[in-house]
């Protein structure tokens, strides 16, 4: 995947940075400052087209799932400058770097009402998985059909709080334009059990694997050889 699940001309720019590392302190589990217990986390962030920041996933993990769940919360915290798209305020996920080091936060006093930062309760599930084979028989394309070429695509899917896809982009290409492209229509037609957080669905990009296989050439039995005519 490139920068994020989806591509901007001009990408957006964090613009409360004082006020992020004031959030990093906060959120900052107060066992693991005690224990001087540090780390970097990469977080995917999803801006809207207002430049309000979300987390979406752990893209590089600090090794701390306490840590890794703390870095998601200040993802929540960011506003940003909007991506740009021929001029135009656009949707875009980036990704970015949370770091929290004990010394930043020596002094602290630990808020007693704040709640304990939450991992997602699940993630989503495919539903109709029976349907799958249909879809990629229906959308595999049929030169490629001709020639025996399969693939795998990886897809990165923005799965919604409804369960439904609402893009897609390429993570890692089969190495055909075609069969990328087909499973995109494949996955787009995909239906999932929605993720949840804190018990409520929730949307989230995740991780699809969208593979065609190449069909297996059709034996056929040798022909006995043709005997000559006799005459009795």
Do not use: H
């Amino acid at each position: 995947m490139p920068s994020g699940p989806t591509l901007a001309e001009v990408p957006p720019v964090l613009a409360n940075e004082p006020e992020v590392q004031q959030e990093v302190v906060r959120a900052y589990p107060p066992e693991l400052v005690e224990q001087g217990v540090g780390g970097r986390v990469e977080v995917w962030v999803y801006v809207d087209s207002a430049g309000r920041g979300g987390s979406g996933a752990v893209k590089t993990s600090s090794g701390n799932d306490d840590l890794d769940c703390a870095a998601m919360q200040v993802a929540d915290f960011m506003e940003f400058e909007p991506a740009l798209n021929q001029g135009v305020p656009a949707e875009v996920w980036v990704s970015e770097w949370v770091e929290f080091r004990p010394e930043a936060a020596e002094g602290r006093v630990a808020d007693p009402g704040r709640p304990r930062c939450e991992r997602w309760d699940t993630f989503p599930v495919a539903l109709e998985t029976n349907e799958i084979e249909r879809w990629l028989d229906e959308a595999y394309p049929p030169e490629l059909v001709e020639r025996g070429s399969g693939g795998k695509t990886l897809l990165w899917l923005y799965v919604t709080e409804s369960g439904e896809v609402l893009k897609y982009e390429i993570r890692e290409s089969s190495g055909y334009d075609a069969l990328d492209e087909a499973a995109g229509t494949v996955a787009m037609n995909m239906r999932f059990e929605p993720a949840r957080r804190l018990g409520l669905p929730t949307g989230i990009w995740v991780a699809q694997p969208i593979t065609f296989r190449a069909p297996v050439p059709t034996i056929r039995e040798p022909r006995q050889p043709r005997r000559p005519f006799q005459r009795p």
